[in-house]
């Protein structure tokens, strides 16, 4: 989700007179880091013939190719991005920051001219990310700042590989996949000052295309797409997990109850949800607001793929919307926008075939 970062980059002459100090120091590192990390891309080819390039590396990069037809073949935009590569941080390329009161879910956004609204804003560099997040938790926001290790302009420029992709786990093809699939589909599908449909379209169609990508590249039966299930498996049961506690929460604030006994409440929801998923980290308003981003359609997408017929056609659908579909900047209940997609499914008379998962 670091569209919105480079989106700010072209929109840097007309924000500043409106943003004030943050935005003046936020538009200048978007720019900086964006220029930084081009400037240090390599074309693909070249690091893979790099005698200095760890095997593993040269490995997974020598997949990127094949992914990108198969994107290609599967209707999303791939034709400028991820020629080049570029090391990165551990952490990732860039920290994502968001806000949320710590009463509600009504995340906190940013506006800016040309470039749009948008639920977090990226930085580059770590500690200007913290010193936001912690900025913000002063002024009474719950906040967070996390690393992103995608990395996507959204179309705006070409888009390298970065080193953080690259997963060091069993499922590191998929996972380099759902990536760049993820990604593309925001190349390809991207409806202005709508964070919840494009997020939510591309965490879907994103995971739906890399499971034909496994099954065709390897096998439906293969290790590699073995450790892709297992790992949605896992990730899926968390997430439902978080879910719960997210709903849970969210009958909280909007009862009648005083603050102080919302507040109590919420401590013990968050307290027994840290537990059963041994979390590291404590979550608060911020970090479970996204849960609704990518996660609270999930189910009504995988149901417009069965309607539309496959991912594909699913996404040459969404992709005849229009910004006058959406009732609101930042809507959140797709509801009406996933009837409108499968009412288009229905008239054109979509049918299964143009790709199989076994």
């Known amino acids: 989700m670091t569209g919105p970062v480079l989106r700010l980059v072209l929109a840097f002459a007309l924000a500043l007179p409106v943003g004030g100090c943050l935005m003046t120091r936020y538009l200048a590192q978007a720019a900086s880091g964006q220029l930084r990390l081009m400037s240090q891309a390599r074309p693909i080819e070249d690091v893979i013939a790099d005698p200095e390039t760890p095997a593993r590396t040269r490995v997974l990069l020598a997949e990127i190719a094949g992914i990108k037809a198969f994107g290609a073949r599967m209707g999303l935009d791939t034709s400028k991005n991820y020629t080049r590569y ?68 959204g179309g705006w420029f070409p888009d390298p590989v970065v080193s953080s992709m690259l997963s060091p786990d069993d499922d590191a093809f998929a996972w380099l996949a759902n990536i760049l699939l993820h990604e593309s589909v925001h190349a390809t599908v991207l409806i202005p000052d709508e964070m919840y449909f494009n997020e939510g379209l591309a965490e879907y169609v994103g995971d739906a295309l890399t499971d034909v990508w496994l099954v065709e590249r390897f096998g439906a039966d293969s290790p590699e797409r073995a450790a892709w299930t297992a790992g949605q498996a896992e990730r899926r049961a968390r997430v439902d997990r978080s879910f719960e506690a997210y709903q849970a929460l969210d009958t909280l604030y909007k009862s009648t109850q005083p603050a ?5 409440a919420k401590a013990r929801i968050i307290d027994e949800l840290v537990e059963d998923l041994k979390l590291w980290h404590r979550p608060n308003n911020a970090s479970l607001v996204e849960l609704r981003l990518y996660k609270a359609h999930y189910d009504g997408f995988a149901r417009l793929e069965a309607v539309c017929g496959d991912a594909p056609t699913l996404l040459r659908v969404a992709g005849t919307l229009k910004r006058s579909d959406f009732t609101e900047s930042l809507q959140e209940d797709l509801t009406p926008v996933l009837e409108l997609i499968e009412a288009r499914c229905r008239k054109t008379g979509s049918k299964p075939g143009a790709v199989s998962r076994s």
């Open 86 to 153: 570029v090391e990165v941080p551990a952490s990732g390329t860039v920290w994502f920051v968001g806000a949320a009161p710590p009463l509600s879910f009504e995340a906190r956004s940013w506006c800016f001219p040309v470039a749009g609204c948008f639920t977090g804003l990226g930085w580059f560099d770590e500690q200007e990310a913290l010193r936001h997040r912690d900025q913000l938790l002063r002024d009474g926001w719950d906040a967070m700042a996390r690393p992103a290790g995608a990395y996507s302009t």
């Open 260 to 264: 102080p006994a919302k507040l109590e």
